[in-house]
């Protein structure tokens, strides 16, 4: 009760100011900017800005009540100085943001700007400005639904705490000439409120370490079970979802088209060909440039992919920034350190195919499907069922048994039965199994004089 009574409490709001992104329930309008630099290493080779600006109204359509009103590219030298663009464009901005109507906040399309940035921003253009991290953050926010998931935005907003926290202090320097000491304590207001915010971080990550060692204990009793888990990953409203619940048949899977629907694992199970049962686990999706704190605080949900057998990758192959998708899932992927044999057995699937004509994937090992018509499933059940056996040291035999025995009831129990063949005259039958090694050794030592045929 004490534990739970102390994570309600780090669910509930901040004990330091509201929240960074506080828009509150009613409607935000939203002017995007995008500032497009023209050269150098902060110019992507992968993507244009009218994709990245297209990505960002995305994210902003993701938000109930929020509307874009308004959507600028404007090109720039350095996006990291002060002002982000150069006298005259700034000028040229300004005047437009002003003119829009009712509007009550900008959207500036990079990863993080920082607190000077953003007042000197929002002074001079006299509304609320937004950059990827806290819009990101926002929809996290909106769309975490477990305690985990909760837990983790609410690590992941203690960046944006610190900031605001260092802009509020220089702030009561400038009106009170210098820090002042609280109540005699011998701490300033940024020390006090610094170690607040340091206590609450702490909790956060004891809190969270506790609900990893829970989910530690549950994958620790799905592998005496030996259900062999696939992951599937993806760019962000890749499909996944809708792919999962084609593979398993799971009514309950509602799939959104929306970005970040997903943000906790869950596991489905599944049936491939061979009766053979697995867990797919949907996981939370990849955006281009997610910012490195968030990446940072959903470890804890990505770190389930190391333990897992099989990987499969889907792409939404209609998407015009697919390959640059594509880059990102495996450069995430890459620093997670996974096992190498997890990256080199991947399964690259080609979804939404159904929206492009006569489509072949140009990757020679990639399988084309359309999860929401059901086209290419088999073919992909298929070889997930080949990697499967070859990561686990699944084996297929075949074994003869008396009827009379309990090795039939035996074999239900503990592997996966193909087919019974039964020869009545005898009183024996041929068994067809898909069996793991453990169970392989247990069945040879409880039977055996049982003989055994591997396919």
Not at 63 to 89: A, C, S, Y
Not at 178 to 204: A, C, D, H, P
Not at 216 to 226: D, H, I, P, V, Y
Not at 385 to 402: D, F, H, M, P, Q
Request: proline letters at 5%; charged letters at 25%; one cysteine or more.
């Amino acid at each position: 009760e004490e534990d739970e009574a102390a994570l309600e409490e780090l669910l509930g709001p901040s004990p330091l100011a509201p929240s960074p992104l506080a828009p509150g329930p009613g409607a935000q309008r939203i002017a995007i900017v995008h500032p497009a630099v023209k050269w150098g290493p902060q110019k992507s080779p992968l993507t244009t800005a009218e994709l990245q600006i297209a990505e960002a109204v995305a994210l902003v359509d993701t938000l109930q009540n929020w509307t874009v009103l308004d959507k600028t590219i404007l090109r720039t030298k350095n996006p990291n100085k002060k002002f982000v663009f150069g006298k005259g464009n700034f000028q040229v901005l300004t005047e437009k943001i002003k003119k829009l109507p009712h509007l009550t906040a900008v959207f500036l399309n990079v990863e993080r700007i920082s607190s000077l940035t953003k007042k000197e921003l929002e002074d001079a253009w006299g509304v609320q400005v937004f950059d990827r991290y806290t819009v990101v953050l926002h929809i996290f926010r909106c769309n975490a639904r477990t305690k985990e998931a909760k837990l983790q935005v609410a690590l992941a907003e203690i960046p944006l705490l610190r900031s605001n926290l260092k802009n509020e202090a220089s702030q009561r320097d400038q009106q009170r000439g210098g820090s002042r000491y609280i109540m005699g304590s011998g701490e300033t207001f940024l020390e006090t409120q610094n170690r607040v915010l340091k206590e609450r971080e702490l909790k956060i990550r004891n809190a969270l370490e506790k609900l990893r060692r829970k989910r530690a204990l549950l994958r620790t009793q799905r592998r005496k079970c030996e259900f062999p888990m696939v992951s599937v990953m993806g760019y962000t409203n890749c499909g996944k979802t809708t792919l999962i619940k084609a593979l398993t048949g799971e009514a309950g899977l509602q799939p959104r088209d929306q970005l970040f629907a997903t943000l906790d694992i869950t596991a489905h199970a599944g049936y491939l060909p061979s009766h053979m049962a697995v867990i797919y686990v949907d996981t939370i999706g990849f955006l281009t440039d997610l910012p490195h704190n968030l990446v940072e605080s959903f470890s804890a949900t990505l770190e389930e992919v190391a333990y897992s057998d099989l990987i499969v990758h889907v792409r939404d192959i209609t998407h015009p920034e697919t390959t640059l998708q594509k880059a990102t899932v495996l450069s995430v992927l890459r620093n997670l350190n996974l096992p190498s044999h997890l990256l080199d057995s991947m399964i690259e699937v080609h979804n939404k195919v159904d929206l492009i004509e006569r489509y072949k994937p140009a990757e020679e090992n990639a399988l084309a499907v359309s999860a929401l018509h059901g086209h290419g499933l088999e073919e992909l059940k298929q070889e997930i069922e080949k990697k499967i056996l070859t990561a686990t040291g699944k084996k297929i035999l075949t074994v003869n048994i008396n009827l009379e025995g309990p090795q039939l009831s035996w074999l239900y129990k503990e592997a996966t039965v193909q087919e019974v063949e039964v020869m009545p005259e005898e009183g024996t039958a041929r068994v067809k199994v898909i069996i793991g090694n453990s169970a392989f050794g247990r069945y040879k030592n409880l039977f055996p004089s049982s003989k055994i045929f591997i396919s």
